[in-house]
């Protein structure tokens, strides 16, 4: 299977950066399109930022010009770098991976895959 490990979470003052990672493993072929995803209590999961596996990228409207997503496809790694952090920038921060991934057989497919989120709070 594939598995995806989010880090870099934490407590930040308003106004402070992080950079938060997300490692996939496993059986992996290729990897297309990476993104962030965010869930504040109380409300859906939206997409805050995703890129596709050429390096271009999307924002939400939230957040552009304070978050940028990157990634290192011989890592299988998507990075995402959050500068001048709000208050309602707080919330569970999920990465989200589309992947050709196999079955012991060899047959290919391509599924979407979720790591367990990382907490971003902000907070004085």
């Known amino acids: 299977q594939v598995q995806l490990v989010e880090s870099g979470g934490g407590l930040v003052q308003p106004g402070g950066s992080l950079r938060l990672s997300c490692a996939a493993s496993g059986r992996i072929s290729s990897i297309k399109d990476m993104g962030w995803y965010r869930q504040a209590p109380g409300r859906q999961r939206e997409l805050a930022a995703s890129?596709?596996?050429?390096?271009?990228?999307n924002y939400a409207d939230s957040v552009k010009g304070r978050f940028t997503i990157s990634r290192d496809n011989a890592k299988n790694t998507v990075y995402l770098q959050i500068v001048s952090l709000k208050p309602e920038d707080a919330a569970v921060y999920y990465c989200r991976a589309e992947v050709e991934t196999y079955y012991t057989t060899g047959i290919t497919y391509t599924a979407a895959f979720w790591g367990q989120g990382t907490q971003v709070t902000v907070s004085s």
């Open positions: 890129i596709t596996r050429g390096g271009s990228t």
